[in-house]
């Protein structure tokens, strides 16, 4: 089906490819014009994925209303933090009968909504129309075409499938899934359990703390969805377990990567400052911390990595402070 994707970034293009790829027709948008017309003229995105080729039937515009001409489908792609803001410039001429896909993986900094919540409450896009899209889906290796799978969340079944269907190829498998909660969730706090793994790593500790720290972070994330109403299935699938372990372990990550590099003594603003891309959990920490004191849910490793975050603690103080934290049973 005709779609849109919003965001020009590593994932949005890598996601692209993939729905080309699928035969689906896709329009590309851009908030930088210059990148548009480097992926119009060479069938290329050099910023974030130098090297690898474009399908020729992939388009990109800054113009938003050219993205959504005759859409059936809307796929959102940008930074989280910067949707609602995005939707609210959109909202006067975004279709109201197209199904509308996350693949944002975030919440929202003072509301501490999930990204569909988001889209609903600003669009209206009803809940049997919107999908969350997560699991370990490491965009380069995506945009390399290696073989991955994902999570492809909707309360309706039918929509699920369709979103499916646009977006499966020999090289990338989607399954379905009904809980859209645990999904979102478990994409969003991965991130903040990949800075603690990676600020481990920075630390120079080995494999035992960095699985300490991925173990527990599964344990506070299936706790934060038991109280939202997930499905605890779903933390152990693709979109919880599948997508932590990529995120935690991989140098491609984003996060991880900028977790230890705090971990090696940099601030916050000084690698902000030496790259291009988000990493989302720096940004929704906060927000996930708040969604827990909300749903009454203790998240030790989340609040410590807000404190490092913050300049609250060192990472080295981090560490020694969730060892110290009273013993307990599993």
């Not at 992926?39 to 113009?63: F, V």
């Not at 959109?90 to 693949?103: A, K």
């Not at 969003?188 to 920075?202: H, M, R, S």
């Amino acid at each position: 089906m005709r779609t849109a994707v919003f965001g020009t970034g590593s994932w949005g293009t890598a996601f692209s490819m993939v729905l080309a790829d699928a035969g689906t027709d896709v329009t590309m948008w851009g908030y930088e014009a210059e990148v548009c017309h480097l992926i119009n003229r060479t069938h290329e995105n050099p910023l974030y994925h130098p090297g690898i080729p474009l399908d020729e039937s992939l388009r990109a515009t800054p113009d938003p209303l050219e993205a959504l001409e005759g859409v059936e489908m809307v796929v959102l792609a940008v930074p989280a933090q910067t949707l609602r803001a995005n939707l609210e410039a959109w909202s006067s001429f975004f279709p109201r009968d197209v199904i509308v896909v996350s693949l944002m993986k975030g919440i929202e900094l003072g509301t501490a909504k999930r990204m569909t919540q988001v889209v609903s409450e600003v669009i209206g896009t009803p809940d049997d129309r919107l999908v969350a899209v997560s699991g370990p889906n490491l965009a380069r290796e995506i945009a390399e075409r290696q073989p991955a799978a994902t999570t492809v969340a909707c309360v309706d079944h039918d929509t699920a499938v369709r979103v499916q269907s646009a977006c499966h190829t020999s090289r990338f498998r989607p399954y379905t899934n009904s809980d859209v909660v645990g999904t979102e969730l478990g994409g969003a706090v991965k991130n903040v359990i990949a800075l603690a793994t990676g600020i481990a790593d920075g630390l120079g500790f080995g494999e035992n703390s960095k699985s300490a720290v991925i173990t527990r972070g599964l344990a506070e994330t299936s706790r934060l969805g038991a109280s939202l109403g997930a499905a605890p299935s779903t933390f152990m699938g693709l979109a919880g377990l599948g997508d932590l372990v990529a995120t935690c372990m991989s140098p491609l990550s984003r996060n991880r990567t900028f977790g230890e590099r705090m971990g090696r003594g940099e601030t916050v603003a000084e690698i902000a400052a030496t790259t291009r891309q988000v990493a989302e959990g720096v940004k929704s920490c906060e927000s996930i911390l708040m969604l827990g004191s909300q749903a009454g849910v203790d998240m030790p490793i989340v609040e410590h990595v807000v404190a490092v975050v913050r300049g609250d603690m060192t990472p080295l103080q981090m560490m020694e402070s969730l060892l110290s934290r009273d013993v307990k049973s599993e």
